[in-house]
């Protein structure tokens, strides 16, 4: 036998004997410890991330019912109607048609006469623009009558649809000169997020259709 290796056994027996009301307690510390960090703490954290992740679970569901319950409550008539209405104001496309329908309005409605008249196709951005940088279609208006017929026609075009601005008028004697624009935009792409709810028109909203209902065609 080794004689080393009694004399170290020996004395690891000695000090053993000697500390081993420290060194249990420092093992099974040790042993607890391990387990703590290794086994207890991350099932907690596992546990943590699953409450968290039911709680938002719970959350989308419910928003989801709400949304649920608001789209069942919906008229597609009224819907519709106020998709026309705002369509008809600001259309999605260059709207000729309803472009030559307001400045008839606007003149019937004012008693000026109107002359000749033109589009400038394209896009428009300016200072003055209320719509700045909205594509738009520019108009060169010709009224006959004084200041009084093309401030009433001004104001008549302001009221009708779809939406316009007239940007300068030049006034010669019983000839008004009016440079307008009409305003459209194309829709922009649905992006749905089902984790927010769902809300309809808010009062001011609705308020603003009621307007633009009143200067619209047929509404």
């Given at each position: 036998?080794?004689?080393?290796?009694?004399?170290?056994k020996?004395?690891?027996?000695?000090?053993?004997?000697?500390?081993r009301?420290?060194?249990?307690p420092?093992?099974?510390i040790?042993v607890?410890t391990?387990?703590?960090?290794?086994?207890v703490i991350?099932?907690?954290q596992?546990?943590?991330?699953?409450v968290?992740?039911t709680?938002e679970?719970?959350s989308?569901?419910?928003?989801?019912k709400?949304?649920v319950q608001f789209?069942?409550g919906?008229?597609p008539?009224?819907?519709?109607?106020?998709?026309?209405?705002?369509?008809?104001?600001?259309p999605?496309e260059?709207?000729f048609?309803?472009?030559?329908?307001?400045?008839?309005?606007?003149?019937?409605?004012?008693?000026?006469?109107?002359?000749?008249?033109s589009?400038a196709v394209?896009?428009?951005?300016?200072?003055?623009?209320q719509?700045?940088?909205?594509?738009?279609?520019?108009?060169?208006l010709?009224v006959?009558?004084?200041?009084?017929?093309?401030?009433?026609?001004?104001?008549?075009?302001s009221?009708t649809?779809?939406?316009?601005?007239?940007?300068?008028?030049?006034?010669?004697?019983?000839?008004?000169?009016?440079?307008t624009?009409?305003?459209?935009k194309v829709f922009?792409?649905?992006q749905?997020?089902?984790r927010?709810?769902l809300s309809?028109?808010?009062q001011s909203?609705?308020?603003?259709?009621?307007?633009?209902s009143?200067?619209?065609?047929?509404?």
């Amino acid at each position: 036998m080794n004689p080393r290796f009694s004399l170290d056994k020996g004395v690891y027996k000695v000090l053993y004997e000697r500390y081993r009301e420290y060194i249990v307690p420092l093992l099974i510390i040790f042993v607890c410890t391990v387990l703590i960090v290794g086994v207890v703490i991350p099932q907690v954290q596992d546990f943590l991330a699953t409450v968290n992740a039911t709680k938002e679970l719970r959350s989308q569901i419910a928003i989801l019912k709400k949304n649920v319950q608001f789209l069942t409550g919906l008229d597609p008539a009224t819907l519709d109607l106020q998709l026309g209405i705002a369509s008809s104001a600001l259309p999605p496309e260059k709207d000729f048609a309803g472009i030559l329908n307001a400045v008839t309005t606007a003149s019937a409605r004012s008693g000026a006469s109107l002359g000749d008249f033109s589009f400038a196709v394209g896009e428009l951005s300016t200072k003055s623009a209320q719509l700045a940088g909205q594509p738009s279609i520019q108009v060169a208006l010709t009224v006959s009558g004084d200041v009084f017929f093309a401030k009433r026609f001004i104001q008549e075009l302001s009221k009708t649809m779809p939406l316009s601005e007239v940007l300068n008028a030049a006034v010669s004697g019983k000839s008004s000169s009016l440079t307008t624009v009409f305003y459209y935009k194309v829709f922009s792409p649905i992006q749905f997020d089902g984790r927010k709810p769902l809300s309809g028109l808010s009062q001011s909203e609705e308020q603003l259709l009621n307007k633009l209902s009143s200067w619209g065609r047929g509404y």
